[in-house]
């Protein structure tokens, strides 16, 4: 459990930092968080990497266009 804990805390940490320089580029927070969650609801349901980030750019839509 806590090595669950130690994952989740560094995956959190990763991604809040992936956010902060999305937005640092110009891209609108709200579309860059949508990005990941969806990228990673796919992975969470078995999906490939390929459809994770498929799913990523269509909920990102055109703001991730250059990320």
């Known amino acids: ?25 110009g891209i609108d927070e709200a579309a860059v968080t949508a990005g990941w969650e969806a990228y990673f609801d796919v992975l969470a349901q078995g999906g490939t990497v390929d459809e994770a980030s498929q799913a990523a750019y269509e909920a990102c839509g055109s703001a991730c266009d250059n990320y």
């Open 1 to 25: 459990e806590a090595i669950e804990a130690s994952i989740e805390q560094e995956l959190a940490a990763a991604i809040d930092a992936e956010i902060a320089y999305a937005v640092s580029i």
